[in-house]
T-cell receptor
């Protein structure tokens, strides 16, 4: 089945360690996104990529890094520079309609819950 | 920042219709109105989207005001599985943030049996 997969579902790391969250999609979507969600809050955009080998900062990119070497993969690294990394991380993807994204639906993964101790 | 305003919470009875309002007074002519919902500890799920005309699908209906400054998501018969946080989002068709989904806090819908 086509979809978007995030792994692992739960992740524990010690403070000061970098950690990479995986996001893979087999929907042939051009655009991919990373969001962070804190308890009781909405999603905040970290990074996004509309084509391979290109990505842009979202609203809260500090302390995070991404790569987009393949169309189907968009890993997120939470670095030691991120001051409050404990959160629920969500990946999404969306296809283009021509060159536009707004008239298409986005698909979300089931999330990775990162806890830093 | 989110460009939409929604009530923090709403309650409904099971098997009754639910109307979830959303205000977006600064909407531009090419912004699409999207709705997603999120169950606890899950990723958001697409519900419906539209531009100007009312839209229907198997999950819900979307009623868009003539001036497009507000819209209403309609669940025709609420079930317990519809209890979730519903997000109303404007998805831009132009500009540097073209296509990005900017989430607000959404409306938490509770459904009573």
């Amino acid at each position: 089945d086509g979809g978007i997969t995030q792994s692992p579902k739960y992740l524990f790391r010690k403070e000061g360690q970098n950690v990479t969250l995986s996001c893979e999609q087999n929907l042939n979507h051009d655009a991919m996104y990373w969001y962070r969600q804190d308890p009781g809050q909405g999603l905040r955009l970290i990074y996004y990529s509309q084509i391979v080998n290109d990505f842009q900062k979202g609203d809260i990119a500090e302390g995070y890094s991404v790569s987009r070497e393949k169309k189907e993969s968009f890993p997120l690294t939470v670095t030691s520079a991120q001051k409050n990394p404990t959160a629920f991380y969500l990946c999404a993807s969306s296809t283009l309609q021509g060159i536009w994204l707004a008239n298409t639906e986005a698909f979300f993964g089931q999330g990775t819950r990162l806890t830093v101790v | 920042d989110a460009k939409t305003t929604q009530p923090n919470s709403m309650e409904s009875n099971e098997e009754e219709p639910v109307h979830l309002p959303c205000n977006h007074s600064t909407i531009s002519g090419t912004d699409y109105i999207h709705w997603y919902r999120q169950l606890p500890s899950q990723g958001p799920e697409y519900v419906i989207h539209g531009l100007t005309s009312n839209v229907n699908n198997r999950m819900a209906s979307l009623a868009i005001a003539e001036d497009r400054k507000s819209s209403t998501l309609i669940l025709h018969r609420a079930t317990l599985r519809d209890a979730a946080v519903y997000y109303c989002i404007l998805r831009e068709n132009y500009g540097g943030s073209q296509g990005n989904l900017i989430f607000g806090k959404g409306t938490k819908l509770s459904v009573k049996p």
